[in-house]
Nanobody, 124 residues
Framework: QVQLVESGGGLVQAGDSLRLSCAAS????????MGWFRQAPGKEREFVAM????????NYADSVKGRFTISRDNRKNTVYLQMSSLKPEDTAVYYC?????????????????WGHGTQVTVSS
């Protein structure tokens, strides 16, 4: 049984930075692509970023490109999301997605495992 546990969320002001972590347990996901998604109140869950197993292949949503950086430490079975220049519209619950097996890295049904999410709130 794979568990993904997100941490690092919180309440910050616009322009601040946060680093989210996603720790996997139960099996190693070091050979799998991983992703981050987010869901704001009343909206559908949306893609934020994806990282390939080796760490060099990354993709970002246009809304976060240049501000967010996804990375991973396979020795720790952990994926990170460094968020900078945060905006109020970044407010959402952020979810870690594990083991990309589907064709589309930006689709929620392409991932096998999900964490419970961590709340990020950005005040103006």
């Amino acid at each position: 049984q794979v568990q993904l546990v997100e941490s690092g969320g919180g309440l910050v002001q616009a322009g601040d930075s946060l680093r989210l972590s996603c720790a996997a347990s139960g099996r190693s996901l070091s050979s799998n692509a991983m992703g981050w998604f987010r869901q704001a109140p009343g909206k559908e869950r949306e893609f934020v970023a994806m990282i390939g197993w080796g760490g060099s292949n990354t993709n970002y949503a246009d809304s976060v490109k240049g501000r967010f950086t996804i990375s991973r430490d396979n020795r720790k079975n952990t994926v990170y999301l460094q968020m900078s220049s945060l905006k109020p519209e970044d407010t959402a619950v952020y979810y870690c997605a594990g083991r990309l097996t589907g064709r589309d890295y930006y689709a929620t049904d392409s991932y096998d495992y999900w964490g419970h999410g961590t709340q990020v709130t950005v005040s103006s």
